[in-house]
């Protein structure tokens, strides 16, 4: 399933890539009914496109034509040739880089953001626009630092010794939610060649930046990228880019709130 003649007519400012499983129509639609659906920001064109892999178990012919259907109504859907699994989010990442390489290499920056998470566009897009922020070799988000692999065999984010034989990951972004300058998804995807693939995507999209001899560039602000929620605040949101949600209704509702007319922090309060 594809959508390759999206980006002919006009290119996109921002493509917003959300890997997303099959099955899970719900974040999807909570997505298209908010921060999906902002498709000019600050005088920019924003894309929003849904990565599926395949769906598997014994309803996974129902769930194609599901997918199928869905796929006409929307026209936002790409879907790979590969099982839809947590252990291919590997694969998934790659397929976004391919894709935008290749159907897309006039955007001028792309995101890859999982579909749990909070994203304040306008506050995503304001931040690209600030002079000084590169156009080529730029990836950045919650950085991640000296994190050690995880060799124990029973945790989600086992990584055997040869599949990756160092003790750290190189800097990297956390896979919440990254984005860069549309000249990297290439560059990864030829040089993935040479790194040996291993099952935790954004330390490995970090291996391939430093295989490249770059690294990620640290956030203007870094305060904005956050990830677990802990209370809800409008004021905060209306500041931060992205947060990790509990779900598609939490996302809907927190959206149709920060929208209010209302201004979001009281000035009384600061």
């Known amino acids: 399933m594809d959508e390759p003649g999206v980006c002919e007519t006009k290119s996109p400012f921002l493509v917003l890539m959300v890997p997303v499983a099959p099955h899970n129509l719900a974040a999807r639609d909570a997505i298209r ?3 999906g ?11 929003t496109l849904f990565l599926l892999g395949l769906p598997g178990g014994s309803d996974a012919e129902q769930q194609l034509e599901n997918v199928r259907q869905e796929s006409r109504t929307h026209r936002d859907l790409i879907q790979g040739d590969f099982m839809d699994s947590y252990i291919n989010l ?20 792309a995101m890859k953001i999982d579909s749990d998470m909070f994203l304040n566009v306008q506050n ?15 990836l950045t988000g919650m950085l991640m630092w000296d994190r050690p692999v995880v060799r124990d065999p029973g945790s989600k984010w086992y990584v055997p010794e040869d599949m990756y034989p160092y003790s750290t990951y190189p800097t990297y972004t956390l896979g919440m939610g990254y984005v860069f300058s549309n000249d990297l998804p ?7 060649k040479d790194v040996q693939p291993f099952n935790i995507e ?10 490249l001899g770059l690294g990620p560039t640290s956030p203007l602000d870094p305060s904005r990228w956050k990830a677990y929620l ?35 922090c009281n000035p009384m309060l600061n």
């Open 202 to 211: 954004d330390a490995y999209v970090g291996a391939c930046l430093k295989k």
């Open 124 to 138: 995503l897009v304001a931040m690209l626009q600030t002079p000084g922020i590169p156009k080529e070799n730029y």
């Open 90 to 109: 590997t694969i998934k990442t790659m397929v976004i880089m391919d894709w935008l390489a290749t159907r897309c290499p006039g955007a001028s920056y």
């Open 33 to 35: 009914r908010t921060w």
């Open 186 to 192: 290439g560059k990864l995807v030829e040089v993935s």
């Open 37 to 47: 659906n902002e498709t000019l920001v600050r005088g920019q064109l924003v894309l």
């Open 230 to 264: 802990h209370t809800y605040n409008r004021c905060e949101f209306s500041s931060v880019i992205t947060y990790i949600l509990g779900g598609s209704t939490q996302l809907v509702e927190y959206w149709t709130d920060l929208h209010r007319p209302e201004p979001p």
